[in-house]
């Protein structure tokens, strides 16, 4: 089967692994211009692959599919409003949003690991997920809770942890009404 392919992942195969590694460790916004790619293309990407449900439960449609190595690391280059009003970002996400850098959750992953915080078949509650960063190097089989307000980044961590219960709902609505009662 002929599939047509950018060029942004035409460029991107094309370089040696250690190219991509110095492509992928840059900041999200070079990230993606390495990647061709941008916040609306990923929104796009996410949108055709998931649907949320009228409780906010995010899952994979029939389109989803398995992602290829590039689709992913388009996936991993997103980043919400967070930070970025100079950018013209706009919304709630200017003070709710921060994605935690890789390197950051890499680190804490490998402390947590040190410690034998993370057991197989444990369950993991993650109240603020993001796109799913301190999932990515957990190293167990664990069932995960997983909690995140903006829509995109909910998607983004369902496509990139299929079995993970994702909801685009704030983890406080689970225990504190929207007036503030318990």
Known sequence: EDTEVSEGEQEFNELTQEEREGVLEGDAEARREALGTSNEDIEGMVGARTSVNATGEVSIND????????????LNAYTGAGGQENAGA????????????????????????????????MTILEPSAGIG??????????????????????????????????????????FITDRGQK
């Open 63 to 74: 389109r989803g599919g398995e992602l290829d190595t590039y689709q992913r690391e388009q």
């Open 90 to 121: 706009e919304g709630r996400g200017l003070l709710d949003e921060y994605y935690t850098p890789s390197d950051v959750t890499t680190m804490a992953s490998v402390v947590l690991g040190q410690q034998s915080a993370y057991k197989d078949g």
């Open 133 to 174: 960063a301190f999932l990515d190097d957990i190293g167990v089989t664990a069932s995960v809770d997983a909690f995140e307000i903006n829509d995109t980044a909910a998607r983004i961590l369902k496509l990139n942890n299929p079995d993970a219960n994702v909801k685009v709902l704030p983890f406080e609505s689970l």
